[in-house]
């Protein structure tokens, strides 16, 4: 546990100074290659979109969405490959649905499962109740007379991808060997198409969705309002929700688009938040993951992190130097592997750590090795070696990160400009930050006295 006194918090040291460069050139390198990155997107998602364009043609149930434009965006941040959803929308009315929540779910399932019901009154829904699509309902004191059935629906659409493909090879409307349905299989709840774009090979999901109004109550929380644009959270939970498979008979709530827009809203702010995240992906791919994209971190697990750090850090001058920024996701992503608890944006019951076959005390260990001596994962170029500095932290430092799971009242500013100080990258002025800073100082060294 810390000391009998609470040191002053740190400004840049004439050596940390040095060091600032060295997270610029790294981040160059990665920006340099976001304009080939987006091009090989574009690329690949024409040839889906044709595939898809064939799709709606031969079944117009199924709709083609043009209006999501965030992927792109996403993949330019990115240096990893995690595969990318893609929308199909049915084109079914919503209002005429009625959303069954599931009393139970499983844990780690996150928001809701669903059953989707057709009411009985709803007219010109024909379509809709077929048989491939559609299960008639055995009772009569049901609201609706039947439910759109996932698996039924996944069926039909993984039939009508593999023609579509055939038809846009036979007619040449895609170049030769650009589109690979080997892994398009029954049971699955998202279809898998793997694009060739130039020398890069791009993994689509394929996600039928239906787009319903329902309330999100997160996107409608107080805190959440001060690390975002004006009204863009209004905004946003205007959209509603997107309702895709969670098994063969029930739907789920998908936020991905939602976070999507608020990351976008994100990149609108002054300051280095989304330059922070693209330089933790890059690590995360060569260092914590050791160039391996399995079971580690994902592009969606850091991005929750950059979502948390935001509410906890508002204020712009958190976000003005690019080595702070990075530490204020760092600092967030620490204290969730320790605790083994990364709560969900919009559903914080939900812990995103909870599953997955992740190693989270080797993922921690290497995360932390990071923070305390980023240089060696940060050089790019032999002109970049230099003498080795000391470790920024101690070994108490996980003792410290672990206190929110005992005391949930930890999830807060001055908890994590606690953290910040530790790291030597505490470079705020506030008057009433540092002296909340210094009051979780004395509550922890209280602590360590108790323990002691």
Not at 77 to 84: H, V
Not at 193 to 217: A, D, E, Q, T, Y
Not at 318 to 339: K, N, P
Request: aromatic letters at 8%; hydrophobic letters at 40%.
């Amino acid at each position: 546990m810390p000391g009998s006194e609470m040191p002053a918090p740190c400004v840049f040291a004439p050596d940390m100074a040095e060091q600032v460069p060295l997270w610029h050139h790294y981040l160059l390198a990665i920006q340099s290659r976001e304009s080939p990155r987006v091009q090989d997107y574009q690329r690949a998602e024409n040839i889906l979109l044709t595939v898809l364009e064939r799709v709606h043609a031969l079944d117009s149930r199924f709709i083609v969405d043009y209006s999501r434009d965030l992927e792109a965006f996403q993949f330019a941040l990115r240096s990893s490959e995690d595969p990318l959803d893609v929308e199909v929308l049915l084109g079914v009315d919503s209002e005429a649905l009625l959303i069954e929540e599931s009393e139970a779910t499983e844990p780690g399932d996150g928001p809701a499962i669903c059953r989707l019901g057709i009411l009985k009154e709803a007219s010109g829904l024909e379509p809709w109740m077929t048989a491939d699509i559609f299960s008639v309902s055995s009772e009569d004191r049901d609201k609706c007379c039947g439910h759109l059935v996932p698996s039924k629906v996944l069926c039909v659409l993984k039939d009508l991808l593999v023609a579509a493909i055939v038809h846009c090879k036979h007619h040449r409307l895609i170049p030769p060997g650009s589109l690979n349905a080997a892994n398009l299989k029954e049971g699955q709840m998202r279809l898998s198409l793997l694009v060739s774009s130039g020398w890069r090979k791009i993994r689509f999901n394929v996600v039928p969705v239906v787009r319903k109004k329902h309330r999100v109550p997160a996107l409608e929380g107080a805190q959440l309002k001060l690390g975002f644009p004006e009204g863009i959270l209004r905004r946003i939970a205007s959209h509603g929700v997107d309702l895709v498979p969670a098994n063969a008979q029930h739907w789920r709530i998908s936020t991905g688009y939602l976070l999507s827009r608020l990351l976008d809203a994100l990149g609108s702010l002054p300051g280095h938040r989304l330059d922070s995240l693209s330089i933790l992906d890059r690590v995360n791919l060569e260092s914590w993951q050791g160039g391996s994209q399995n079971h580690g971190l994902t592009f969606d697990h850091l991005k929750t992190v950059l979502l948390w750090a935001s509410t906890l850090f508002p204020a712009p001058e958190d976000w003005a130097d690019l080595q702070g920024s990075v530490y204020r996701q760092l600092v967030v992503l620490l204290c969730c592997l320790a605790t083994r608890k990364l709560p969900h944006f919009l559903y914080p019951e939900h812990n995103l750590l909870q599953d997955g076959g992740l190693d989270l005390g080797t993922i921690y260990q290497r995360v932390e090795h990071f923070a305390s001596q980023p240089e060696e994962s940060l050089r790019i170029h032999v002109t970049h070696l230099g003498p080795s500095r000391p470790p920024r932290i101690d070994n108490g430092v996980k003792a410290l990160l672990q206190l929110p799971a005992s005391d949930p009242t930890y999830w807060a500013t001055a908890y994590f400009d606690f953290l910040l100080d530790k790291f030597q990258v505490f470079n705020i002025q506030d008057k009433d930050r540092i002296s909340a800073m210094q009051n979780i100082f004395q509550k922890t060294k209280t602590m360590g006295s108790e323990n002691s």
